[in-house]
């Protein structure tokens, strides 16, 4: 539609005087655009890049309010869920309620490994901590918290498709169904060795799938939810992340990236132009497209645009990079066809 001619007129004004044409309504200092965010973290702390991984800041005290990140120590995890950002660390759990800007500081004492929400986050208020020595549950989101009957082991994984809770711990995989009340004793074929990556079947409740990495010992599949294990590969190599993306299984190594077309029978290794050991792997346009792809190494953060073929890098140069995230995807639209 055209402009009428005295709001064409007023646009030229505009134009001339080199005046905004923002309605003040829509203005705002330093907007978050979860579409663009990514955070990274690391044993020095936690980073934000606002534009899809071209720029990268290291997270500060914006105001009196709350704690200050510094404090978080070594990021070991971080979850974003909505607006909500959950960090476990070093120095806790950090959480922020407005995509990252302001934190506050959960009543947990120690260094916590990994941390785990409800998918239904407004309806369960569940939320578990992978401590050192064990696992421990909030049901209210965070203001208590209680121990599982899971102790004296550290909990690096945890996969909660409902009903199994999946946990992977410094002695193996165990399963809860029961919200960690109690738990299946450790599968056979699985060595008692350290598991820091686990990867499920998207239909897990009818197609109990999963790849763990154990140890030094490889890449090992399960069939039937934890029950059994067999080896699938790169054996002699530390697996520190594995994502399970449609046809493709990435596992990544101290040995670099590889990924298998057929389900762990075969690998490939990929990544050409990386350098570095990769420490986590992150798809965020997953599961819509897995071309775009971030990787967190200990030479800093390096970005692939076709599937993970190869890399360039992209930030934190001098940085030893652990951890990468980012909003998840907001859920398709399913409409009707209102054709007749």
């Known amino acids: 539609m055209a402009l009428g001619p005295l709001l064409f007129i007023a646009a030229l004004t505009a134009a001339a005087l080199g005046q905004e044409q923002e309605p003040p309504r829509l203005r705002r ?29 290291k997270l500060e005290k914006k105001s ?8 978080m120590g070594a990021v070991s995890a971080i979850l974003p869920v909505g607006p909500t950002v959950y960090v476990a660390a070093s120095g806790g759990v950090f959480v922020s309620e407005d995509f990252g800007e302001i934190w506050a500081r959960w009543p947990v004492e120690g260094s916590v490994l990994s941390i785990l929400s409800s998918r239904y986050p407004l309806a369960d208020l569940t939320v578990f901590l992978g401590m050192t020595d064990g696992l421990l549950m ?8 209680k121990p599982t009957s899971l102790r004296g082991v550290a909990v690096h994984k945890m996969d909660w498709p409902g009903p199994a809770l999946v946990v992977g711990t410094s002695a193996g995989v165990v ?13 056979e074929g699985l060595p008692a060795s350290p598991v820091e990556a686990l990867a499920l079947s998207s239909f897990f409740a009818n197609d109990p799938v999963m790849f763990a990495g154990a140890g030094q010992k490889g890449v090992f599949r399960s069939r039937d ?13 530390r697996i520190v992340d594995l994502v399970w993306l449609g046809p493709f299984l990435y596992a990544l190594t101290d040995s670099g990236l590889f990924r298998s077309q057929d389900v762990g029978e075969s690998w490939g290794a990929i990544g050409r132009g990386l350098q570095g050991t990769p420490q986590r792997i992150l ?58």
């Open 175 to 187: 399963v809860s169904r029961d919200m960690g009340v109690t738990w299946a004793p450790p599968g």
């Open 64 to 71: 009196e309010k709350g704690e200050d990140p510094a404090t």
């Open 225 to 237: 939810g934890g029950k059994t294990w067999a080896s699938v590969g790169l054996q002699g190599s």
């Open 283 to 340: 798809f965020p346009l997953a599961p819509t497209s897995g071309a775009e792809v971030f990787l967190a190494t200990d030479r800093g953060i390096w970005r692939s645009g076709d599937g993970a073929e190869s890399f360039q890098q992209v930030g934190l140069v001098d940085e030893t990079v652990s951890i990468l995230a980012t909003f998840p995807q907001p859920a398709p639209v399913l409409g009707k066809d209102k054709k007749k």
């Open 138 to 145: 909030s049901p209210d989101a965070g203001r208590t918290f």
């Open 29 to 57: 200092e330093n907007p978050v655009l979860t579409t663009l965010t990514i955070f990274a973290g690391g044993p020095s702390g936690m980073w934000r890049s606002p534009d899809w991984g071209f720029t990268w800041k």
